[in-house]
Every structure is written in structure tokens, then in C-alpha cells.
């Protein structure tokens, strides 16, 4: 069964602290993304990244970058975090290029203080 | 830019009850897509629709892909309580893009 693992349900944080957050797919996807959720915006793209060291800048890469060392796992890092990066964060992976079907984590939801 | 307004943001039904929401965007693209979202957990893939016309059914859901390719619409027939949740549209045009539109929220009353 196709399975995408995020290492914290939630998360308080303060201002200023730098942040991981961490996602795991054990599909053997080329592809994942971040993405964060707020009230009444939908699902906003932060980062998308097609192979392992390769990304793309989303429609809100500000104050937040990425990283994938290994092709199962993509790091959202926030690196001075801040008030208005409270939000529910969500993680997807893809298969080929070909496919639409995103598999989403069970999201991380961070609230900086 | 590219915009998707989905309606209605929210509605209450009494259990039995058919659903109906729907999403309309600015542009034309070649693939709908429609999530649902359990309260506390990540969207999941209900239906994906491929080509304008298209009418598809995944159990009690029933969704279309507009003819002018810019609308979609998903129906629930006789609702139960665990169709409670956040039900997403969203398009994409087949790269990493995917747009969403902001959810409707259903709320089942048995």
C-alpha cells in the first residue's frame, strides 16, 4: 500500500527558531512536493522536486527551502521561522511524469509562536 | 494568473441526501481532479478526469469534466456521516502544477 510518512503531526515552534520538517515515501516516486494549507487558499505550492538535489521553486518559496539527498525523503525547512508560517503543511509524492495522482501525507501542523 | 472558484464553501445535509458542488475556472486545462480530505489527514484522489465530456463514477460519487473544459462538477448520492470532510477540485495542465480550489466543506447529519 502506497505510504508517505511526515515525522510530526505537530509542531509549536518559536519566532526565529529554524525548523525541519520531514517527509517519507516508500513508493520509489520521482517526484514530491510541499505544499502548505490555509483557510479559504486552498493547498499553495511551496517546493517541487523531480530526482534526488533537483528542485523548483513553487507559487511561495519565500522564507522556506528544501531538500532531497535520498529520492524517499524531501525536507521542508523554514530557516528563521516566523508568525505567519503557522499553517498546516502537506507533503505528495508522484510517480512518472506521466501520472497525476499525488499521494499526500498526513500533514504537519505548525504554529509558531 | 489562474484561478478556480469552487462552490458552495460549505453545506449541512441530512443523511440520505445527494450532494452536489462544482468548480469553474479561468482557463482551460486538460485534467480535473477531485480530492477529499478527512478531518486531520492529507487529500486523497476520488476522481480524475481526463477529456471534456467525460463522466465518471467512483461508487456513490459522480463527477464531469465540463465540454468547454473550464468546469467540473461532483455529485454524492445519498449521504452517509463519513462523507464528512473537505472536498478539493483542482486542475492541472500534466507538469508539477496543480492548482486547487479553496474546498467545500460538507457536513453529514445523520
Known amino acids: 500500500d502506497v505510504k508517505v510518512t511526515q515525522s510530526s503531526r505537530y509542531l509549536v515552534k518559536r519566532t526565529g527558531e529554524k525548523v525541519f520538517l520531514e517527509c517519507v515515501q516508500d513508493?520509489?516516486?520521482?517526484?514530491m512536493f510541499w505544499y502548505r494549507q490555509d483557510p479559504g487558499l486552498g493547498l499553495r505550492l511551496i517546493y517541487f522536486s523531480y530526482d534526488v538535489k533537483m528542485k523548483e521553486k513553487g507559487d511561495i518559496p519565500e522564507g522556506y527551502s528544501v531538500s532531497r539527498e535520498k529520492k524517499e525523503r524531501f525536507s521542508l525547512i523554514l530557516e528563521s521561522a516566523s508568525t505567519n508560517q503557522t499553517s498546516m503543511y502537506l507533503c505528495?509524492?508522484?510517480?512518472?511524469?506521466?501520472?497525476?495522482?499525488?499521494?499526500f501525507g498526513p500533514g504537519t501542523r505548525l504554529l509558531v509562536l | 494568473g489562474q484561478q478556480l472558484n469552487q462552490s458552495p464553501q460549505s453545506m449541512f445535509i441530512q443523511e440520505g441526501e445527494d450532494v452536489s458542488m462544482n468548480c469553474t475556472s479561468s482557463?482551460?486545462?486538460?485534467?480535473w481532479l477531485w480530492y477529499k480530505q478527512d478531518p486531520g489527514e492529507g487529500p486523497v484522489l476520488l476522481i480524475a478526469?481526463?477529456?471534456?465530456?467525460e463522466l465518471t463514477s467512483n461508487g456513490r460519487l459522480t463527477a464531469q469534466f465540463g465540454i468547454t473544459r473550464k468546469d467540473s462538477f461532483l455529485n454524492i448520492s445519498a449521504s452517509i456521516p463519513s462523507d464528512v470532510g473537505i472536498y478539493f477540485c483542482?486542475?492541472?495542465?500534466?507538469?508539477?502544477?496543480?492548482?486547487f480550489g479553496t474546498g467545500t466543506r460538507l457536513k453529514v447529519l445523520a
Open positions: 478526469l481526463y477529456k471534456a465530456g
Open positions: 483542482a486542475f492541472t495542465s500534466g507538469t508539477y502544477k496543480y492548482i
Open positions: 513508493m520509489d516516486h520521482e517526484n
Open positions: 505528495a509524492s508522484r510517480g512518472t511524469s506521466g501520472a497525476v495522482t499525488q499521494y
Open positions: 482557463s482551460i486545462f486538460n485534467t
